[in-house]
């Protein structure tokens, strides 16, 4: 298995609930380097360009407001097998489906307010990475910048 990258981000109820400490501490100890990281605020207009895939879905509208609600913590995260290995730590998207011990039965309020997102493939994890951070802003080990 290869190393690569996945992206995730710390959604706002997370933020607000104080959780970011945790899950950041959930991912290290899951392996994951973070080689990018920022937190920030998603405009209505950045939320929906982001979530643009889900345009037509009936929920579209709702979760644009959700994410742009408050501040998110965005990161590009990095260990082999990255993409799958995540979805795995943050556990399913009903936080009810969730596996003990993953993130988003530990933290998430509801299948909205399901703490995180994380990428569900390399193609998307590189596009959502590039979303949010230029090359020069995601490090390798030996600190020197990388493409995304």
């Known amino acids: 298995m290869a190393k690569n990258r996945?992206?995730?981000m710390i959604k706002p109820c997370a933020v607000k609930n104080g959780h970011i400490?945790?899950?950041l501490a959930k991912i290290n100890e899951a392996g994951f380097r973070i080689v990018a990281m920022r937190m920030t605020r998603l405009s209505k207009s950045q939320a929906e360009a982001f979530y643009g895939v889900h345009k037509?879905?009936?929920?579209f509208n709702?979760?644009?407001?959700?994410?742009?609600?408050g501040p998110v913590v965005a990161a590009i995260l990095e260990k082999e097998n990255a993409v799958e290995d995540y979805r795995k730590l943050i556990?399913?998207?009903n936080p009810e489906n969730a596996e003990e011990g993953t993130i988003r039965k530990l933290y998430a309020e509801s299948m909205q307010n399901n703490a995180v997102h994380g990428s569900d493939s390399d193609e998307n994890?590189?596009?959502e990475g590039r979303f949010f951070f230029?090359?020069?802003e995601c490090f390798s080990?030996?600190?020197?910048?990388e493409l995304v």
């Open 6 to 8: 996945t992206f995730t």
């Open 21 to 23: 400490g945790a899950i």
């Open 56 to 59: 037509e879905r009936p929920f």
């Open 62 to 69: 709702d979760l644009v407001g959700f994410m742009s609600s």
């Open 91 to 93: 556990g399913a998207t």
């Open 125 to 127: 994890a590189a596009l």
């Open 134 to 136: 230029p090359a020069n």
């Open 141 to 145: 080990v030996e600190g020197k910048e």
